[in-house]
């Protein structure tokens, strides 16, 4: 069974970074595009969507990250990588790879829905991101 296995959490002050990664235990079997990206979860709230980028290296972002985080792939590896810069403390999540994200390929308007709707095709563990100030 595939699994994505993230990397690169961590504590860090405010105004600090962190390179988050992520990488599939084995190739995925897809021969088609694909779209990937990163949600969050924070306690007591919904999962929420952070990024996402396609095949072609199209980018979206949640307005709560532009100009702070910036999102790439490899297309070879599938690998992904979520670099996250001028970090506040309501950054303060668990961070979940997610790959093969259905219908749409854009954290808006319909990216958050996706989790609750089951339409991403693989999930990361997540890795935690703690903020402090």
């Known amino acids: 069974q595939v699994q994505l296995v993230e990397s690169g959490g961590g504590s860090v002050q405010a105004g600090g970074s962190l390179k988050l990664s992520c990488e599939p235990s084995q190739p995925l079997a897809l021969t088609r595009d694909f779209c990937m990206g990163w949600f969050r979860q924070a306690p007591g709230k919904e999962r929420e969507a952070v990024a996402a980028i396609d095949n072609h290296g199209v980018t979206s972002y949640a307005d709560f990250v532009k100009d702070r985080f910036t999102i790439s792939r490899d297309n070879i590896k599938n690998s992904l990588t979520l670099q996250m810069n001028d970090l506040r403390p309501e950054d303060t999540a668990k961070y979940y790879c997610?790959?093969?994200?259905?219908?749409?390929?854009?954290?808006?308007?319909?990216?958050?829905?996706?989790?609750?709707?089951?339409?991403?095709?693989?999930w990361g563990q997540g890795t935690q991101v703690t903020v402090s100030n």
């Open positions: 997610a790959a093969d994200w259905q219908l749409v390929c854009s954290v808006e308007p319909y990216g958050s829905a996706l989790y609750g709707l089951g339409l991403v095709g693989w």
